[in-house]
């Protein structure tokens, strides 16, 4: 099974795009889905479980889908540890995990991403936009040449 970690930030669209991008243009195809956000915006990241959810139907995936909320306070550990756990979870059950950080605020992302490699995430992806003003659009209508898809793991930038 591939569990895909994504960090929920203000943008609904960088969430969706860069899952689309992990599916159609590198074979990412999660099973699981698990969303952190901090509690202001669990709403917004609930939003986006919709749309992520028809994005894997279409493929053919009913997704498993877990939303946790993080507290704002003391984050940097809190993240941290959460996605630690998540790994190790994951990992213990055979899994592949994927961490996004592409929708994060960056307080969410570096935390996310360094327990990320410490604890042997499959992959780190981003996805690059080159100019945001193509940011509120499905991906298949955003340029190729606007936009740059890393996995730090993959890549070595990690």
Same mark, same amino acid.
């Given at each position: 099974?591939?569990?895909?970690?994504? %960090?929920?930030?203000?943008?609904?669209?960088?969430?969706?795009?860069?899952?689309?991008?992990?599916?159609?243009?590198?074979?990412? %195809?999660?099973?699981?889905?698990? *969303?952190?956000?901090?509690?202001?915006?669990?709403?917004?990241?609930?939003?986006?479980?919709?749309?992520?959810?028809? *994005?894997?139907?279409?493929?053919?995936?009913?997704?498993?889908?877990?939303?946790?909320?993080?507290?704002?306070?003391?984050?940097?550990?809190?993240?941290?540890?959460?996605?630690?756990?998540?790994?190790?979870?994951?990992?213990?059950?055979?899994?592949?995990?994927?961490?996004?950080?592409?929708?994060?605020?960056?307080? *969410?992302?570096?935390?996310?991403?360094?327990?990320?490699?410490?604890?042997?995430?499959?992959?780190?992806?981003?996805?690059?936009?080159?100019? %945001?003003?193509?940011?509120?659009?499905?991906?298949?209508?955003?340029?190729?040449? %606007?936009?740059?898809?890393?996995?730090?793991?993959?890549?070595?930038?990690?």
């Amino acid at each position: 099974m591939r569990t895909y970690i994504l %960090l929920c930030g203000r943008h609904n669209w960088a969430l969706v795009n860069s899952l689309w991008a992990s599916i159609e243009d590198h074979g990412f %195809l999660p099973e699981r889905l698990i *969303l952190l956000c901090h509690a202001r915006l669990k709403e917004d990241a609930e939003d986006c479980c919709g749309p992520a959810q028809e *994005l894997l139907r279409s493929y053919g995936v009913e997704p498993e889908v877990s939303v946790y909320v993080v507290p704002e306070t003391d984050f940097i550990t809190r993240v941290a540890e959460k996605v630690a756990n998540i790994i190790a979870e994951e990992k213990g059950k055979g899994n592949e995990v994927a961490l996004d950080i592409t929708p994060a605020r960056k307080a *969410l992302a570096m935390p996310a991403y360094t327990s990320a490699l410490k604890h042997g995430a499959d992959h780190v992806f981003y996805l690059f936009l080159r100019d %945001l003003r193509h940011a509120n659009r499905p991906y298949p209508m955003i340029p190729y040449f %606007l936009h740059d898809w890393k996995d730090f793991v993959r890549e070595g930038d990690g």
